[in-house]
């Protein structure tokens, strides 16, 4: 996962939602075209791996509930209908298993589990990293994805909601049921949490 901090430094306003070519993807398969699904689970199938591996941080059972979100799509697509870009709908199914796999192991860990502060942080630009500069590169994301792991819970879904769903902040209050400017806090906490982790790097 590439994670740039200053990608994620900016979320001041909601993304206007764009034509959803995901939404007339999946209506394409509910009509039974099979492409179409091949082409919704190129699109989203590594990020919503990964947003279930980073929030569980055990492969195993990030795989079953990757494969119990992509059933779980295929059983809706007859009576699928747009009423949010495609990602929203889907990670809001993802956020779903998630907390029914924190129900039944009786472990209550999306919760409101912010931190105060925040500071401001600029990416330098490279654009001809040489050999050492790689290598640099490689140890930062390792330090990143440590970082990422470390996240309070629902500091951490917010992330991921972002960074492989690509939702916007409303989108995320969408699939978390969690108030825009709650999320808005919580990625501003996560944003403080990684910034102060990677000074080294910046």
Known sequence: ME????RFASM?????SPGDEDAALMLAY???DARAFDALYARHGGGSYRYFLRSLRNEALAGELFQDLWLQ???ARASYTVQARFATWLYRMAHNRLIDHYRRSGVVELVALDADGDTAASEPADPQPGPEDAAAGRESARRMLQLVEALPAAQREAFLL???????L???AAATGAGTETVKSRLRY???RLRAGMKDFL
Do not use: K, Y
């Open 3 to 6: 994670i740039g901090v200053a």
């Open 12 to 16: 001041a306003a909601d993304d206007e």
């Open 30 to 32: 509910a009509r039974g």
């Open 73 to 75: 799509v295929v059983r």
């Open 162 to 168: 972002q960074e492989e769903g690509g939702l916007s």
């Open 170 to 172: 409303a989108e995320i």
């Open 190 to 192: 996560a944003m403080t």
